[in-house]
């Protein structure tokens, strides 16, 4: 049976994250969980969960929610624990994986197997490449920038203990404006290869 | 000036920190309880009268906080240590009665007498709700009901939200009919010297007819959906028999004769002269006599996180009371109302309500009982009727939103666990109807009995 790896990887907006995620799903030939991990989840439980779209990597809001003994009345981190469990459940069965963002760097922390990686990025080329993906206009890639950096810095904090893009909660931080989206792939494909070596030996 | 000044201060940042969960809540009371103490008796009054009055750890010491002889007027000051007792002791025995498998027990049992039908398992759960509530604690209500009502769902193929829903409904109601049902009646019990029965004539009546008009109400808005995705053809063998969900028969046999004990000595608490604090530790006391194995178990289960949250709270609600902030409060409601009682029901009822649907309900009947008792001084209405309307008004509008109470929480977060996440357009638009309905109505009878 094939080693089990999970890779996780967390992205500035712009950053061409996802890219990469995709292409090392496909370099590895394994699954790849982004926005499709609803869909996944409302697959297993036989329910049709179109309408928590929109709660998918949104930070709780502490006004119109409500903790009692550990439960919560916040949507958002209600789906956030089916998406844990649905994850834990995948890692606990020896499936690999490659999962964008959703905390997975910290929830999978426990498996061997788990890669976590955090993509960033130089602001020029953050704003160029979306300019140029999203036919925007400086001005609209510079804010839009801002806008999902700062939601997803805000749905990663709330709940995880350490802080969004801090190199210390990753196993490797990556600029992929230095080399571009294909080597950057190269060379994380090389380090998770050596790690997958090292763990055989 | 000053003292009223801090008191003012520390209640407004206490709920602004309770509802924003930026720490736990326990930690904000207790920490508002002690800037209490120290800006508004030590700073502000120079007074260490007011801060043994409020502490009133005497009250334990005399013999009118175990045993009655007569009639109490109750007391509202300070750290209401009869409240805590009660709460505790009722704790354990929840927590010795699911360790048995009492309340998956109980589920499983009604289940099977309805033949795992779908309407007469959403009828008769809704009851058992209100019924359950009326003597345990909301949470653990709604805990064992949701989980087993999401178990069935599954196999009878049915949506669990309305049924859900609906539970947490009337277990907010069934807390409303009864002393110890839920910790505003609790608190105005003990504060004001009202007994179990009292409730159970007044508010318990009016829950009665309210319970009616609900099962009327969810029976008609989800009647649809209930049916729509029931399965005719059902493998029961695969359902847990109701025997086979208690985890120890000694103990669920112990558990339920003192949870009947229990029952009987609320029901006749005025009489035999026992106070709910003796109650409390009554049950308290056998069920850890009882479960000595698992005593301590039993006592790492106990939410000591409320109970440090009511202490914390009774001392700030001091600090308004010694300063008079609640004396100035209840002259401004009674100058509304121009001393009129309809109008005065009406405020308290409807602002008890929509406070409730969104700020904790506990510190809101806490603040609101010196506050009726003053009005009753000083316009010589009933405190009797005030206190029922307070109680309605608390223990019902904390139903209407997702947040305005435990089990709301509890009910909400479950079910999202398995999938059916709830957000606060559907629950509102479900349940908010349901809550204006049943204030309504509670007003109405409280109108058309008292006055």
């Known amino acids: 049976m094939e080693k089990q790896l999970i890779v996780s990887v967390g992205r500035e907006y712009g950053s061409g994250g996802h890219e990469i995620a995709e292409k090392l799903s496909k370099y590895y030939k394994i699954q790849l969980f982004d926005h499709n991990l609803l869909d996944a989840i409302a697959a297993k439980k036989n329910l049709n969960m179109d309408h928590l779209k929109g709660l998918d990597e949104k930070h709780k809001n502490p006004l119109s929610s409500r903790t009692v003994r550990g439960f919560s009345s916040s949507p958002e981190e209600n789906l956030l624990y089916l998406q844990f469990d649905y994850l834990r459940d995948k890692a606990d069965s020896g499936e690999s994986f490659v999962i964008v963002g959703r905390c997975s760097e910290t929830i999978l922390k426990q498996y061997n197997s788990l890669v976590s990686i955090f993509v960033l990025g130089d602001r020029d080329k953050k704003v160029e490449r979306i300019m140029r993906l999203y036919q925007m206009t400086e001005s609209q890639a510079v804010r839009k920038i801002r806008e999902k950096d700062m939601k997803r810095r805000r749905y990663h904090n709330s709940f995880c203990d350490r802080k969004w893009g801090d190199s210390r909660n990753y196993d490797i931080s990556i600029n992929s404006s230095k080399l571009g989206i294909d080597t950057t792939v190269e060379l994380l494909t090389d380090y998770i290869d050596r790690r997958r070596n090292r763990q055989e030996d | ?451």
């Open chain 2, 1 to 451: 000036m000053l003292a009223q000044v801090f008191a003012v201060i520390i209640f407004i940042a206490m709920f602004v920190f309770i509802v924003t969960e930026i720490v736990e809540r326990h930690v904000v009371s207790l920490i508002c309880a002690l800037l209490t103490i120290v800006l508004v008796f030590g700073v502000g009054m120079h007074s260490m009268a007011a801060v043994i009055e409020t502490i009133n750890l005497k009250s334990i010491f005399v013999r009118e906080f175990w045993y009655l002889s007569g009639e109490t007027s109750g007391s509202s000051a300070g750290i209401n240590w009869e409240t805590i007792l009660f709460i505790f002791g009722m704790m354990v025995m929840v927590e010795g009665m699911a360790r048995a498998g009492f309340f998956r027990w109980l589920c499983m049992r009604i289940a099977k007498l309805v033949n795992y039908q779908v309407i007469p398992l959403f009828i008769t759960f809704m009851v058992l709700a209100t019924v359950l509530a009326m003597f345990i604690d909301s949470i653990t209500v709604i805990l064992f009901l949701a989980a087993v009502t999401i178990e069935l769902s599954q196999l009878l193929k049915f949506n669990p939200v309305p049924m859900i829903l609906s539970e947490i409904f009337c277990a907010n109601l069934g807390g409303a009919a009864t002393m110890c049902g839920d910790p505003p009646n609790i608190i105005i019990g003990t504060s004001l010297g009202y007994s179990f029965m009292d409730f159970v004539t007044n508010t318990g009546v009016i829950a009665g007819v309210c319970l009616a008009a609900v099962l009327v109400y969810f029976y008609l808005i989800f009647r649809k959906e209930l049916r729509a995705g029931a399965s005719k053809s059902v493998d029961y063998s695969s359902l847990p028999s109701p025997e086979s969900t208690i985890t120890d028969k000694k103990g669920f046999s112990v558990s339920c004769a003192i949870f009947a004990v229990a029952i009987v000595l609320l029901v006749t608490h005025a009489q035999t002269g026992l106070t709910v604090s003796t109650i409390g530790c009554i049950v308290a006391i056998a069920t850890l006599v009882t479960s000595w194995k698992y005593a301590i178990l039993l006592l790492k289960k106990v939410d000591y996180k409320t109970l440090l949250f009511f202490i914390g709270l009774f001392v700030v609600i001091g600090g308004l009371e010694q300063t008079g902030i609640l004396e100035v409060m209840a002259a401004f409601i009674g100058k509304i109302s121009g001393g009129n009682v309809m109008v005065m029901i009406a405020i308290i009822i409807w602002l008890s309500a929509i406070a409730s649907a969104f700020v904790d309900n506990i510190p809101f009947a806490t603040t609101m009982i010196p506050i009726i008792k003053s009005l009753s001084a000083a316009y010589g209405v009933d405190l009797t009727i005030l206190a029922w309307t307070l109680a309605m008004g608390t223990d019902i509008g904390g139903s209407s939103t997702p947040i305005g109470a435990s089990a709301n929480v509890v009910g909400i977060a479950t079910a999202s666990r398995e999938g059916y996440v709830i957000k606060w357009g559907l629950y509102c638009r479900k349940m908010m109807p349901a809550t204006v309905m049943v204030v309504l109505i509670s007003m109405l009878m409280i109108y058309f009995r008292y006055l």
